[in-house]
């Protein structure tokens, strides 16, 4: 522990020396191969501890869910560890049968739904309750959490996968000498999916939504905000769906989906421990050889046209006031894209950032204040998001314009030396906090070889960063920060809309 605080003080006290022989450290202990069917892997040699973490990066997120059916790339994560054709089944041959009789009676309720208003009652009381049989029959032949209990039987931890705009990601950690095991177990998940109780998962989803948007005055707040200022771009939707589209998806979309995007070449498996190079790329040919290589899927070809003007949001809740303003700003490649991130930390660094200094210490206006330099995602262009708590016997509205007050000033008077190197040094430590576990480390692996070509730009990002001037972030606050790329979005309670006066406020 001595060792690694010690190491830690150095980086930041060293910061271009020190990055420069970390990545060249990095660089001896690094082997990248892909196979042939265009599956890459990241293996990072650690043999601190005879455990290795696995990260498997799809490039695939909801920014692909295709029209009508979103929240589909999100299924894949509820379904994630539900088993293959040998693990999670009491009796495959039956269950198969089982579940092909689950999707004829998902076909008939599905056909009269379609007749909308010339459905018949009774007969769609009947379909849904022979839907409703048949999923409780397939159900029967399933091993509940048999896939999560096997993992964990071998000493598996940290298992979990999530969905975002960009990517779908699989992950946990097993002792090294389990190692054949995960290789076995990720292959089946590609090579032979099971889309077992996926209409549960998909009441699930369902249930997600409703109790952390519907019933979340922030979850509304948050779609509320997209919605309104991304008027094309995908990144509009929210991750987990459209609740009438999530309600209609089907085993098929979730198919054609896998055939689309889970090709060898959209996926980047990353693996970091107490792992042999050798071995990997042994078990990888084993294992992995024989999964089908596909054409790549096709790219997002929607781009968010300029905005023409401030958009304004205002969501009925009875919730205390919240407050969300965004300003629309470059995708990650963009040169400026560090200059974003020293911004977030000059506003929100903790008691030391502007936002807090100036609006929840000093004039108490606000319980919270805090950034997101990338909402919802940086792939494309994105926003740049500022988030306020009123306090008590404070409005919106005064919060709104203390925000611009800080902002103008930073058009103007350019950020003093010592807070600008006190955001670098919390980027730096922040980076090397990541670099601390195995888990951190395949997850930040695959992340930058996807998105940036090469896993070494989670290094020479820091270089990047060290680089942004006080003129670079006044330069991107005047260049961004102005009325015409801003959306704002507000609770308001249900008294407060109906008021005569607020068919003039924010809409």
Not at 292 to 319: D, F, K, M, Y
Request: one cysteine or more; charged letters at 25%; glycine letters at 6%.
């Amino acid at each position: 522990m001595q060792k690694r605080c010690f190491a830690v003080l150095l980086l930041l006290a060293l910061p271009s020396l020190a990055f420069g022989q970390l990545l060249a450290e990095f660089e001896k202990r690094v082997t990248e191969f892909t196979l042939p069917n265009g599956l890459h892997f990241i293996v990072l040699e650690r043999h601190e501890a005879p455990v290795v973490s696995f990260h498997t990066y799809v490039h695939v997120g909801s920014v692909d869910d295709p029209k009508g059916l979103t929240g589909l790339a999100h299924m894949f994560e509820h379904m994630a560890f539900k088993g293959t054709e040998t693990i999670g089944t009491k009796n495959w041959t039956a269950e198969r049968i089982a579940l092909e009789a689950v999707e004829k009676a998902e076909d008939e309720l599905e056909a009269e739904q379609a007749k909308g208003r010339r459905a018949e009652p009774a007969k769609l009381t009947q379909l849904e309750q022979q839907a409703k049989a048949a999923i409780e029959k397939a159900s029967t032949y399933v091993d509940p959490n048999a896939y999560p209990r096997l993992i964990e039987e071998n000493g598996g931890v940290g298992l979990n996968a999530s969905t975002e705009e960009d990517a779908t990601e699989y992950y946990y950690s097993l002792p090294s000498n389990r190692i054949e095991l995960w290789f076995l177990l990720e292959s089946q998940r590609f090579l032979h999916p099971v889309f077992r109780e996926f209409y549960r998962e998909r009441d699930v989803v369902r249930e997600e939504r409703r109790m952390r948007v519907e019933s979340d005055p922030q979850g509304l707040l948050f779609e509320g905000l997209l919605a309104a200022a991304f008027e094309a771009h995908p990144y509009r939707d929210p991750t987990a769906g459209w609740a009438s589209d999530i309600e209609h998806l089907r085993v098929e979309d979730a198919r054609r989906f896998f055939r689309e995007y889970y090709v060898p070449g959209n996926i980047t498996m990353a693996i970091a421990g107490d792992a042999s190079p050798a071995q990997a790329r042994q078990l990888a040919g084993k294992y992995f050889a024989a999964l089908p290589s596909g054409p790549p899927p096709l790219p997002i070809h929607t781009v968010e046209p300029p905005q023409q003007g401030a958009r304004r949001v205002a969501v009925e809740t009875p919730s205390q006031p919240l407050l969300a303003i965004v300003h629309k700003r470059p995708d990650q490649l963009s040169p400026d894209d560090p200059v974003f991130d020293v911004l977030a930390g000059i506003l929100d660094q903790g008691r030391t950032g502007l936002l807090y200094r100036e609006m929840v210490r000093g004039r108490k206006i606000a319980l919270a204040a805090t950034t997101d330099a990338t909402l919802p995602a940086g792939e494309y262009p994105n926003l740049f998001l500022i988030w306020v708590v009123p306090s008590q016997g404070h409005t919106v509205e005064e919060n709104e314009q203390a925000v611009y007050g800080i902002l103008d000033r930073l058009k103007h008077e350019p950020v003093d030396a010592e807070s600008l190197a006190r955001v670098k040094t919390r980027l730096r430590a922040s980076l090397i906090r990541q670099l601390d576990s195995n888990p951190g480390l395949a997850a930040q692996l695959a992340f930058y070889h996807v998105n940036y070509g090469t896993w070494k730009k989670l290094f020479t990002g820091l270089d990047d960063i060290d680089r942004v001037t006080a003129a670079d972030v006044q330069k991107v606050v005047n260049g961004h920060f102005v009325e015409g790329a801003r959306t704002v979005a507000r609770t308001v309670s249900p008294a407060a809309a109906a008021a005569p006066a607020s068919h003039g406020g924010a809409r």
